[in-house]
């Protein structure tokens, strides 16, 4: 992607309905809503690992420059009413939100996982003063390298929207594992569709209370405001999803 388009892009989310409108077609076209028939989750996976082949470093810089998207304030507000001593973020990118936690928290230890290692390279430059955050390459189903309880709160921001029912369960399996205080999400969310989820626009909406029942967690569930995130998907289905 280049300058040009990039900038293009910008505009365009700026107006809701059009860039809704717009994913539609460009979901429905891509040759991932054909692959995940095939290969399920992993098709978004191999998108992902790639991406920065496809769409160079404007991609992840874009996520850097993403500090004062709305979105994140009440993601972080989420995590704060946990009190966390330790943070782990699956799907991290090149580190924002971890960034915005670090501000609040200067002492905490946080750690990223993310499947790009592009993304993670950008993101361990960005931290390289900071001793305390650790980024890592890896997939949001492989953490076996973490111990139970290893952190205090474990989150995702628009990950589990990839994930299909193939993984959706051993994810939310390790994520409870590896979490001492609680998790939160931030995800599509929908208390009319099963825990195993549907697909909208060629991602994963799911009830996260029917999902985490069988596991006996309290699930606490806040929709965001629209303000929150100017799409109109996530203005229809977005949700802060905590469980303790």
């Not at 973020?89 to 993310?114: A, F, M």
């Amino acid at each position: 992607m280049n300058r040009s388009s990039g900038t293009i892009l910008e505009k365009i989310r700026k107006h809701p309905r059009i860039y809704s409108f717009l994913q539609r077609i460009y979901y429905s076209t891509r040759m991932v809503r054909i692959k995940q028939i095939f290969i399920g989750t992993s098709a978004w996976e191999n998108e992902w690992e790639n991406r920065h082949k496809k769409e160079r470093s404007d991609w992840i810089k874009g996520y850097e420059k993403s500090l004062k998207h709305p979105h994140r304030k009440i993601l972080i507000d989420g995590i704060s009413k946990l009190k966390p001593g330790s943070v782990l973020e699956i799907g991290c990118n090149c580190g924002p939100n971890l960034s915005l936690l670090r501000k609040k928290y200067p002492k905490v230890k946080l750690t990223g996982i993310d499947i790009n290692p592009e993304a993670i390279q950008h993101g361990r430059n960005l931290f390289r003063e900071d001793k305390n955050t650790d980024l890592i390459v890896g997939k949001a189903d492989v953490m076996k390298r973490f111990e139970d309880n290893s952190f205090d709160v474990v989150f995702s921001d628009a990950v589990l929207i990839y994930i299909g029912p193939d993984k959706i369960d051993s994810i939310l399996c390790e994520m409870l594992r590896i979490s001492k205080k609680g998790i939160v999400l931030l995800e599509w969310q929908d208390s009319n569709i099963g825990p195993k989820g549907e697909q909208h626009n060629n991602l994963w909406v799911r009830d996260y209370r029917k999902l985490f029942k069988k596991y006996k967690r309290e699930v606490i569930i806040q929709k965001i405001k629209d303000d929150d995130w100017p799409d109109m998907n996530w203005q229809r289905f977005g949700a802060i999803i905590t469980t303790r």
